[in-house]
């Protein structure tokens, strides 16, 4: 029996010896991992919903934001932007940094281009040394623009608008695209009309109107607009008419849009014959240069407009 034991003894030591060196062997290849490091340059991923507060990068890099933007309409085509990074564009608050971030830190990033309408991004930064940040621009259209008045058939510069004492008339301003891919605004999906009149007490502007695609139009100052400060280039007369309207050209948009402007006299008023205009463009994101805040608006706090009002002449008879 003592012979026996001896025998069962150096077996069982065998195994234990052979269990140790298949344990070392999945430690050192990897295939067992008590919480390590996460794959080289990168951190550890939170788990669950809204992620854990101990997410850590493996070593602390300094950072320079890459941001790329493309033509939405057309994504494999670059846009040459300007990107301003912020810890809260709605506060105001610019990353003093410029591009250069801090690891997993989270910013919003305003993204503008020449002829391009600005977008907004959110992005967090991974633990790379140039992490990226990708944006879409909509291309700005110079639309083809058209007055009518109410017949929709005679052109207003042929035959101007007639409105009599208290009375009312309709123009019709019709847009259409001009180039395959561009836009009337963009992200907001706004666009900003403003009627300039020769003589502010002739007209009645609790009474007028306008329209776009057959959607009723917002008056400009309860449009909710992060600015609500006319544009330069719409106050060359006396503003006495301003709206805000939904609405855009889609790609390959073929559809002329109608926008439908009501004037109305002021009670017991002829208006004179007088040549108004209208001014049209999209609302965009902006920087506004006292606050700091960036928000979507028709025009700056200087009064300059955030991208080229369109206008064209609406005589009145």
């Known amino acids: 029996m003592q012979f026996e034991n001896v025998i069962y003894m150096v077996k069982k030591n065998d195994y234990l010896i052979i269990g140790v060196v298949v344990l070392a062997l999945a430690f050192a290849t990897g295939i067992i991992n008590l919480g390590g490091a996460g794959a080289v340059g990168g951190a550890q991923q939170p788990s669950g919903a809204g992620g854990a507060a101990s997410v850590s990068c493996p070593t602390i890099v300094s950072q320079t934001l890459s941001n790329t933007t493309y033509d939405a309409d ?26 250069s971030t801090q690891q997993l830190g989270t910013y919003d990033v305003l993204m503008t281009a020449s002829n391009y309408f600005s977008t907004l991004v959110k992005t967090t930064t991974s633990c790379s040394a140039t992490p990226s940040v990708v944006g879409y621009l909509k291309g700005v259209d110079t639309p083809t623009a058209a007055l009518y008045n109410a017949n929709q ?15 009312s008339a309709v123009a019709h301003l019709k847009l259409s695209q ?38 009723p139009c917002t008056v400009f100052a309860n449009s909710g607009l992060g600015n609500a400060i006319v544009p330069a280039a719409a106050v060359n007369g006396t503003n006495k008419m301003g709206y805000i309207c939904n609405g ?54 200087a009064g300059a407009a955030i991208q080229t009002l369109r206008s064209i002449n609406l005589e009145v008879s």
Not at 78 to 92: C, E, K, R
Request: proline share 4%; with cysteine.
């Open 248 to 301: 855009d050209f889609a790609a390959n948009d073929g559809t002329i849009y109608d926008m439908a402007i009501k004037m109305a006299a002021a009670s017991g008023v002829n208006p004179a014959a007088t040549n108004n205009t209208i001014y049209y463009g999209g609302a965009d994101y902006y920087k506004d240069s006292i606050t700091g805040k960036v928000a979507t608006g028709c025009g700056t706090d």
């Open 178 to 215: 001009t180039v395959a891919y561009k836009h009337l605004t963009g992200e907001s999906g706004k666009l900003c009309v403003f009627v300039n009149v020769a003589n502010a007490s002739e007209w009645d502007a609790t009474q007028s109107s306008a329209v776009f695609n057959g959607v």
């Open 74 to 99: 057309k994504p494999t085509t670059d846009v040459a932007n300007t990107a301003t990074v912020y810890l809260s564009a709605a506060n105001g608050q610019p990353y003093p940094g410029g591009l």
């Open 153 to 167: 058939i005679t052109l207003n510069t042929a035959s101007p608008l007639a409105v009599g004492a208290s009375g």
